[in-house]
């Protein structure tokens, strides 16, 4: 594809680190620049990283799922390993 045919993506300002007893995780929201969904990702300490198969009406929508995750799961719900990949 040409460069000027691809899309931006546009990451939250909600994006963020968060860490509890030693672990931390990253929270990536972000969308293409011409769409209005928003995508979840959640990427671990080793490099290993969550999707959401679907997508969110906002921002903050895919935030609180992040919160809701960890409060019922834990952090460790995140933890997949090195270069590991899982869908939610």
């Known amino acids: 594809m040409p460069r000027e045919a691809q899309h931006k993506l546009v990451f939250s300002p909600l994006c963020r680190r968060l860490t509890s007893d030693g672990v931390t995780i990253r929270v990536h929201i972000f969308r293409h620049e011409t769409e209005a969904d928003w995508t979840l ?7 290993g990283s969550t999707v959401w198969s679907h997508t969110f009406s906002s ?30």
């Open 41 to 47: 990702e959640v990427e671990d300490f080793q490099g």
């Open 59 to 88: 921002d903050q929508a895919a935030l609180a799922e992040v919160i809701r995750m960890i409060a019922a799961e834990g952090f460790l719900t995140f933890l997949v390993g090195p270069g590991q990949f899982t869908v939610h």
